[in-house]
């Protein structure tokens, strides 16, 4: 199978020529941010009123399928890692709404998440807890940039993003949401660094509409290593899986469960698939690593696919398929040595992805152990 392939006008940075920031406050920070995540996972059993434990953010989730992800004949500077030759990989993929709620859809908003999982990727996972599961996890959202790049960012926007969507959605309260989220609650005076990149990424989080969660592109927004040199990821529909949708409008406001009801019906009815494909930094200034809420110009270098992920026809509508679904954990950080995280908020995301897994699994009575295929997840 030979994937198709632009090349880009530039050579590709290379990973050992990025330079992480470094912050001496960085470690104080990202504790006070755990624990914050733990204090609000453990609080969500009451506030979300569900009987369990949600998750701060992606809490509701819309189905986990089963999978098969297929990687091309990827050359020279594309076939880097898991990339680097032919293979087929079984695999499960989750969608979820990207807010910490439990609430008809019409309550949340349209950022979604898809979170794929691969299984019998060989080498040892960056997890120091499950170094030899086999697993491998891609975290994607339906939008190209992020709105937090430090850990004092997340620990300040964790806390205004649990009052989505009514902080934006209600008048009374816009302008001072606004106003706390670009000073991080008036801890920045000066405004030449107040967090404009951060807030217009948050805000174009609003824009994103309503639509078939398969006719969504999912992009990583954080940058990995990629072999020797670094890039982001994203999933975009196939124009033939594209075309084939039949369930084209989401009408929240008819259907409580109009995301859901959506995928279950289109999962049933006919396969679907992706093309996974990875975009090179060729350039650190114009494509930072550190600043996730800036988009990186494809001018500079453009997406090229990588691998395919196909969605058999399947029946996802149990009550089952839910609880398999809140029950898996995906995380970034669940990767390899040529595909590492890389920036302070990717870093960030290494323990608070964990210890919010570890604690919502124990507040639910669940075992946390990593599946070992789709089968073992869906029968």
Same mark, same amino acid.
């Not at 989750?94 to 299984?119: E, T, V, W």
């Not at 001072?176 to 609650?185: I, K």
């Given at each position: 199978? =030979?994937?198709?392939? &632009?090349? *880009?006008?530039?050579?590709? @940075? ?36 569900? /009987? ?19 990687? /091309? ?11 680097? &030759?032919?293979? @087929? ?13 439990? &609430? ?10 898809? /979170?794929? %999982? ?9 997890? =120091? ?30 806390? +205004?993003?649990?009052? +989505?969507?009514?902080? +934006? ?5 816009? %302008? ?7 000073? &991080? ?29 398969? *006719? ?15 890039? %982001? ?9 594209? =075309? ?9 406001? =008819? ?38 809420? @800036? %988009? ?55 323990? @608070? ?25 869906? /029968?």
């Amino acid at each position: 199978m =030979a994937l198709s392939q &632009r090349g *880009s006008t530039m050579d590709p @940075v290379r990973y050992e020529d990025y330079r992480p920031v470094e912050r001496p406050s960085y470690q104080a920070e990202l504790d006070a941010v755990v624990a914050q995540v733990a204090q609000r996972t453990g609080a969500s059993v009451e506030r979300e009123a569900v /009987g369990r434990a949600v998750r701060t953010a992606h809490g509701k989730t819309y189905g986990l399928l089963k999978a098969t992800v297929t990687v /091309g004949d990827n050359r020279g500077f594309h076939g880097q890692g898991i990339f680097a &030759r032919p293979t @087929v990989y079984d695999a499960v993929v989750r969608y979820s709404n990207g807010l910490g709620h439990q &609430r008809p859809d019409h309550q949340l908003g349209a950022a979604c998440g898809m /979170g794929i %999982k691969l299984f019998g990727v060989p080498g040892r996972s960056l997890l =120091a807890d499950e170094p030899d599961t086999g697993t491998f996890d891609l975290n994607l959202i339906n939008n190209d940039v992020f709105f937090a790049n430090t850990a004092y960012d997340y620990m300040v926007v964790e806390e +205004l993003f649990a009052e +989505l969507p009514e902080g +934006l959605a209600n008048p009374a309260r816009r %302008k001072t949401w606004m106003a706390e989220f670009l000073t &991080r609650r008036g801890t920045l005076t000066d405004p030449d660094g107040w967090l404009w990149d951060e807030l217009f990424a948050m805000l174009s989080f609003t824009t994103v509409p309503r639509r078939n969660l398969l *006719s969504y592109t999912y992009n990583s927004m954080g940058a990995f290593r990629y072999g020797d040199h670094i890039a %982001k990821i994203r999933t975009v529909p196939t124009a033939e899986s594209l =075309a084939a949708l039949t369930h084209q409008i989401v009408d929240v406001r =008819a259907d409580n469960e109009a995301f859901r009801r959506t995928l279950v019906a289109e999962a049933t009815e006919r396969d679907h698939s992706f093309e996974l494909q990875v975009q090179l930094n060729t350039d650190l200034a114009r494509m930072p690593v550190d600043n996730t809420s @800036v %988009k990186w110009p494809e001018e500079l270098s453009p997406w090229v696919t990588v691998a395919r992920v196909d969605l058999p026809r399947q029946d996802i509508g149990g009550e089952d398929n839910v609880e398999a679904a809140d029950a898996t954990s995906i995380t970034p950080w669940r990767s390899r040595e040529e595909h590492r995280p890389i920036g302070e908020i990717q870093r960030v995301r290494q323990e @608070v992805y964990r210890r919010s897994s570890i604690e919502r699994h124990r507040l639910n009575g669940q075992q946390r152990r990593e599946p070992v295929s789709s089968a073992q997840l869906l /029968g």
